[in-house]
Nanobody, 124 residues
Framework: QVQLVESGGGLVQVGGSLRLSCAASGRTFSSYAMGWFRQAPGKEREFAAGISASGGMRSYGDSVKGRFTISRDNAKNTVYLQIDSLKPEDTAVYYC?????????????????WGQGTQVTVSS
């Protein structure tokens, strides 16, 4: 069982930056691939970024490439999402997710554990 707690969301202006954090419980964090998803009002939850269990491979959604950076610190049981050059369309609830596999996947159906989400609002 893994429990995930996100933090770092907030209200920022267009062009600003945020760093989201996701703290995981449990002693096997380093065996889970991790992902960040986001869900805007009235839209499906979409893949934003993912990182393999070792941290050696990363994947990004097309709409965030070049602006989002995912990283992890297995010693701290934490995964991060650095968001730069924020746009109004980045406004969403951001969710951290873990899957019992080492490889990054983009489908939300492949993730087994989810956090409660953190709100990111970008104002123009």
């Amino acid at each position: 069982q893994v429990q995930l707690v996100e933090s770092g969301g907030g209200l920022v202006q267009v062009g600003g930056s945020l760093r989201l954090s996701c703290a995981a419980s449990g002693r096997t964090f380093s065996s889970y691939a991790m992902g960040w998803f986001r869900q805007a009002p009235g839209k499906e939850r979409e893949f934003a970024a993912g990182i393999s269990a070792s941290g050696g491979m990363r994947s990004y959604g097309d709409s965030v490439k070049g602006r989002f950076t995912i990283s992890r610190d297995n010693a701290k049981n934490t995964v991060y999402l650095q968001i730069d050059s924020l746009k109004p369309e980045d406004t969403a609830v951001y969710y951290c997710a873990a899957r019992t596999g080492r490889v990054v996947v983009t489908s939300k159906r492949e993730y087994d554990y989810w956090g409660q989400g953190t709100q990111v609002t970008v104002s123009s």
